[in-house]
């Protein structure tokens, strides 16, 4: 049994050709939910969404998002809609007092539909449309999500971080951003003054998370700020991978990042943006699994091999470094 930390699109890579070492019905997947959004009244939860389509073979893994040969009928037209109209385009946040009210598991992140700024294709509206009906008919996120999982035929257990909100915050020189404006909408941009995993301090790993980290535990390549801090703010997790086997890959080769922020969102939060910082961000750690080029002394068991993936090869060859690690460890 092996528990696999995910978010962004590292960790999902890493799953792609992982189910020949790790036996997907031994596996259980929890996924980052700071990235989640409210737009347009419908949750919107892109780590877990990008696992739901891996895990039912539906995924775009050119884009690692959305369904694969997905329509945007509905994504154009709001955009015409909102050019003929004159309105403003980009992120629309709704008013401060509307971010609290009604659902609670959307506090803090809702945006308007208007000038929709995230690219969401039909069938995948469908999949949001359905967990917030679920949401607002009483399920939890989770019971949602497990219901959909069923329904794409996703082979690991697929968990949410937590039933209760967090907004991942970015604040920058212009004020505040939810990530996905940040990132989405602002291309990453925006000067990082500082991240702010918004209601952390108020949510809680549900049961079955906690349960799930008494398991060995892998973190794939994802960042180590905004798809794996949201999961280490929420009390007792990291209290818990202390007590359990863990197996870290690096998003980085020394001070080379495979992709996205998170150099930036390293430094920017006091850390060096390198496999070494990612080792001082994760003290719990047992053991790495690096890049064969990356020449970096740690004070853990180090596994090397090619880390980057391409292909599902790819991503076996590194699932069988970190099973390696794990023996290591075990």
């Excluded at 962004?8 to 036996?23: D, I, M, N």
């Excluded at 003929?84 to 809702?110: F, V």
């Excluded at 999982?149 to 907004?167: K, N, Q, R, T, Y």
Aim: proline content about 7%; overall charge negative; charged content about 25%.
């Amino acid at each position: 049994m092996v528990t696999v930390l995910s978010g962004g699109t590292g960790t999902p890579k890493l799953l792609s050709g992982a189910g020949s070492v790790f036996p997907p019905e031994e596996t259980t997947v929890v996924a980052n939910t700071g990235d989640d959004i409210e737009l347009g009244g419908a949750l919107i939860c892109p780590d877990l969404d990008t696992l739901l389509y891996l895990g039912g073979g539906e995924l775009d893994q050119e884009l690692w998002w959305g369904i694969d040969e997905d329509t945007t009928a509905t994504h154009e037209e709001l955009a015409r809609l909102a050019e003929a109209a004159g309105y403003e385009s980009g992120p629309r946040y709704l008013p401060a007092d509307r971010q609290t009210e009604g659902r609670q598991i959307a506090r803090w992140r809702r945006f308007s539909a208007v000038a929709e700024f995230m690219y969401v294709g039909d069938r995948d509206r469908a999949v949001h449309l359905t967990r917030t009906g679920r949401i607002d008919e009483g399920a939890s996120l989770t019971t949602a999500i497990a219901e959909l999982a069923a329904a794409f035929g996703v082979p690991w257990e697929l968990l949410p971080m937590s039933d209760d909100p967090v907004a991942t915050i970015i604040h920058t020189p212009d004020g505040p951003q939810h990530f996905q404006e940040f990132w989405v909408a602002r291309g990453g941009e925006p000067t990082i003054e500082g991240v702010e995993f918004r209601g952390a301090g108020r949510a809680c790993p549900t049961d079955r998370v906690e349960r799930a980290l008494e398991q060995p535990v892998v973190i794939g390549p994802s960042n180590p700020v905004t798809s794996i801090g949201p999961m280490l703010a929420l009390e007792g997790v990291e209290a818990a991978l202390a007590e359990a086997p863990v197996v870290a890959v690096s998003p980085f080769v020394e001070d080379r990042v495979f992709s996205g922020p998170a150099g930036e969102l390293m430094a920017a939060t006091g850390r060096e943006p390198s496999t070494a910082g990612v080792a001082a961000a994760y003290p719990f750690v047992d053991a790495f699994v690096l890049d064969e080029a990356d020449g970096t002394e740690l004070d853990r068991p180090v596994v090397r091999t090619d880390t980057e993936m391409n292909d599902e090869a790819d991503a076996r060859r590194v699932a069988q470094a970190v099973d390696e690690a794990l023996a290591v460890i075990a």
